[in-house]
């Protein structure tokens, strides 16, 4: 037998379980130091541990969950015998180590019903044990309230470990509270709920010294009673301060994520999702779990809406504001031959065709950003599907409302239609690709000789976007002028399609101009050298391959179209422009434009973020996460002002350099994998020598 693959191996001398009295009394400093090493096994589970190595190797915890309880009488420590004469054991900590449980069983089952990676995010399995389900949470709590009553008459206990007790067994209170109603709509309730625990942290740490440490009421061997083929493995180790931080981020995102629930538009929904979930540390699985539940619940969105209301608004905002399209007085009307009644049966058929892809977006962004990136590249194959789908209905709906095309002004007179639906589902195309492309950068995937080309990819996919927002524009634009008789509510809504479309558009320009700088800095300091590259011998690879390989989830789309490898090299090389002239001279020369074209563009682009920052929270979709977005801004503004240093600087040796390898004057050195200013925006520090 090996001691590493079977549990139940045991060494010469060795006993099969470690003898431990549950039973025994606590004095308050050991009950203390229970609590926070059970509460630090918790918290180790929500980071993706499993149950066996944290929580499972507890002896409180085995003793009420084994043999399993059908009662809430059954729960204790003693089956024999439940009263022990030892009130902290029997009806304080009893009471805490339940309501953990109470808690754990919240957890587990708000995750298990969205979406999520097993063992991956979280590890589910509970090894034939339950979590007490069918104990009522409110039995819990009258246990928690006899134990706080117990400890404040407690005549003989110090009067700091009284308030250190009481004080954890307040903060399971609260988190019991939270998570027994987590989908309940009362907003303003699981704020202060959750706020509520959050106050009670600073205590804790500050009372942590207190407590006395019982390593002998855990052991790895009690994984031998688990129902488990997985071999045997050690206990995490998750020290007090790393479980309190932790606790403290899920508090807060708990607190947080109710704000989701405010509905100012689907637009802002979508921002406030990505804003949240782009947060350092990212939410714990469970927050990432309760906010898809918040969005999309017992087919409501945000626990008040439609799925088709939620889509009809986003078409509103984008592309058809005060269209008959989305009027809901279609849906009353019975004759087949009205086309009223053509154009509702349309439309119903295309909220019902988007509504799971739509709200594939929402469960995509709250995974992990890996996951995230991983999905939108499956995701965004079928946005493609759905805008054929959608032009097709485009065509058919055009014998109901009557639409007359555009001409372009040219000699043949082309007809240009506005296609509203199509053009919608492009926009959500264009956004997943942009997104691919920048998680890219956040996550570390692209090499440094990879830089120049992404970021030009990058630009190219927002100019694209700003062409298309730009057409989308000019329709909605004519689609308000020919409006003769506009009603209070539909000047409201093409209002809002305006706005929303000036700060899409500005956010996109925004990005076009800094992706530009920092593919045109790349392009120069990578033909010098200065950047650290892969080897130059690879034998089964070649740059064809690797630019087949980095565009391969894009490039089953028809449009945007994927660059080729010989316009990306192209595009990114110096020399492109200086054919037939004086070799290394050329070269610094056109080095030399390079880099004024990654100056200019650095400056348009801190001018387009910084119109950008001065938007306020309405304007840019960003109510209730308004914060988090103007300090994302800010960064990237910071980034645009290093890219700028960093584009003088290289013009300064260049121009030092007097025909000398530049690599004698100038070092750069790549921030490492999450410490650029912005995670989206890598940007490399430069030094003169």
């Not at 000699?411 to 890219?440: C, D, N």
């Not at 192209?570 to 002239?581: H, K, L, N, P």
Request: charged fraction near 25%; hydrophobic fraction near 40%; proline fraction near 4%.
């Amino acid at each position: 037998m090996d001691p590493k693959m079977d549990s139940g191996f045991l060494a010469e001398g060795e006993i099969f379980e470690d003898e431990f009295d549950v039973l025994k009394e606590l004095l308050p400093e050991e009950m203390i130091g229970l609590m926070d090493q059970i509460l630090c096994y918790e918290m180790a589970w929500h980071m993706g541990y499993p149950l066996s190595q944290s929580l499972f190797t507890s002896y409180h915890i085995d003793r009420l969950l084994w043999p399993e309880p059908k009662t809430l009488e059954d729960a204790n420590f003693d089956r024999q015998a439940p009263e022990t004469g030892n009130g902290m054991l029997d009806i304080v900590f009893r009471a805490y180590c339940i309501a953990l449980i109470k808690c754990c069983d919240f957890v587990h089952k708000r995750i298990g019903t969205e979406h999520y990676y097993e063992e991956e995010d979280f590890v589910s399995n509970l090894y034939n044990r339950n979590l007490l389900t069918n104990i009522d949470a409110t039995k819990v709590q009258l246990l928690l309230r006899d134990a706080i009553r117990f400890t404040e008459q407690h005549p003989d206990m110090d009067k700091a470990l009284r308030h250190a007790i009481l004080n954890r067994l307040t903060l399971r209170r609260r988190m019991l509270k939270a998570m027994e109603l987590d989908l309940n709509p009362d907003k303003t309730a699981h704020i202060q709920l959750w706020k509520g625990c959050r106050d009670l942290l600073p205590e804790l740490r500050q009372t942590q010294n207190l407590g006395r440490s019982v390593k002998e009421a855990f052991s790895v061997k009690l994984q031998r009673k688990l129902a488990s083929s997985v071999p045997p493995r050690p206990m995490v180790k998750i020290a007090f301060e790393d479980a309190h931080t932790f606790l403290n981020n899920l508090c807060r995102d708990a607190a947080d994520v109710y704000h989701v629930l405010d509905y100012h538009g689907c637009s802002n929904v979508m921002n406030f999702t990505y804003a949240f979930q782009s947060r350092k540390p990212q939410p714990a699985v469970y927050i990432r779990c309760l906010l898809q539940s918040l969005i999309f619940h017992d087919m409501k969105i945000i626990g008040k809406i439609t799925i088709t209301k939620l889509i009809h608004d986003d078409l509103a905002e984008l592309v058809l504001p005060a269209d008959v399209l989305l009027d809901s007085a279609n849906s009353n009307v019975e004759a087949p031959h009205d086309p009223r009644f053509r154009m509702a049966k349309e439309m119903s058929g295309f909220v019902l065709r988007v509504g799971d892809p739509f709200l594939d977006i929402f469960r995509a962004i709250c995974m992990n950003r890996s996951r995230m990136r991983r999905m939108l590249c499956h995701l965004v194959l079928d946005w493609e599907t759905v805008q054929l789908e959608a032009e097709t209905l485009d065509v058919e709906l055009r014998k109901y409302t009557g639409e007359k095309p555009l001409t372009d002004g040219g000699p043949m007179g082309t007809e240009i239609w506005s296609f509203p639906l199509s053009s919608w589902a492009y926009y959500y195309k264009l956004r997943q690709t942009e997104w691919i492309v920048q998680l890219g950068f956040e996550l570390g995937i692209y090499q440094n000789d990879e830089l120049s080309a992404m970021y030009w990819h990058l630009s190219h996919v927002a100019g694209t976007k700003i062409q298309h927002l730009e057409r989308i524009q000019t329709f909605v634009t004519r689609r308000f002028r020919q409006s003769k008789r506009c009603s209070a509510k539909q000047k409201y809504n093409f209002k809002q399609c305006f706005s929303f479309l000036e700060a899409t558009l500005t956010e996109a320009s925004a990005t076009q101009w800094f992706a530009i700088s920092l593919s045109k800095l790349y392009t120069a300091i990578s033909h010098f050298g200065l950047l650290p590259t892969r080897p130059q011998s690879l034998p089964y690879s070649t740059p064809e391959l690797r630019h087949a390989l980095r565009m391969r989830p894009l490039m089953q789309l028809s449009i945007p179209e994927v660059p080729s490898y010989a316009e990306l090299a192209r595009a990114t090389s110096i020399m492109s422009e200086a054919q037939g002239t004086e070799g290394e001279s050329s070269a610094e020369k056109q080095a030399m434009s390079v880099l004024d074209i990654a100056e200019e563009a650095s400056k348009m682009a801190r001018k387009e973020w910084e119109a950008l920052s001065k938007l306020d929270a309405v304007t840019a979709r960003r109510v209730n996460c308004e914060e988090w977005w103007r300090i994302c801004v800010k960064d990237v503004i910071r980034a645009c002002i290093i890219c700028s240093i960093a584009i003088a600087t290289t013009k300064k040796a260049l121009q030092n350099a007097e025909g000398k390898p530049l690599r004698n004057f100038l070092r750069a050195e790549m921030p490492e994998n999450g410490k650029s200013y912005h995670d989206f925006w890598v940007v490399t520090k430069l030094s003169i020598l």
